[in-house]
């Protein structure tokens, strides 16, 4: 969920890590601390999903910027449509309402 939040922070225009985290709190998710945060940015540019590069800073020190990548937005749209499944599907189950089994999607097995 953390990561569907990160790039969603991301989706209007690059920004740097102290930014999203503000963001996620603003938002209402609490805080996100820098050892949360960070090694996830670093997964996510690693996956080619953001780029990062260094700024100057405004008569401080540089800061690193996030962007998304356009295989970053396809992946936020493809985690927006499954968390909007799991929420649908979650929020039926607790109603008690009656739930096709071929709608509930199959765990996968790890070995």
């Known amino acids: 969920m953390l990561e569907l939040c990160v790039l969603q922070a991301l989706v ?17 998710l609490g805080v996100v601390k820098g050892g949360t945060l960070y090694p996830l940015l670093i997964r ?22 996030y962007e998304l990548t ?3 937005r396809r992946e936020l749209s493809r985690l927006t449509e499954q968390w ?3 929420t649908e ?4 189950i607790l109603a008690g309402s009656a739930v096709a089994t071929d709608a509930i999607p199959k765990a996968k097995v790890y070995p």
């Open 84 to 86: 909007s499944r799991f």
């Open 44 to 65: 996510l540019e690693s996956a080619g999903l953001i780029t990062a590069d260094w700024r100057a800073g405004d008569g401080g020190p540089g800061r690193k910027y």
């Open 12 to 28: 209007d225009d690059a920004t740097y890590g102290y930014a999203i985290a503000t963001r996620l709190a603003d938002s209402g």
């Open 89 to 92: 599907l979650t929020t039926a």
């Open 70 to 72: 356009a295989d970053g």
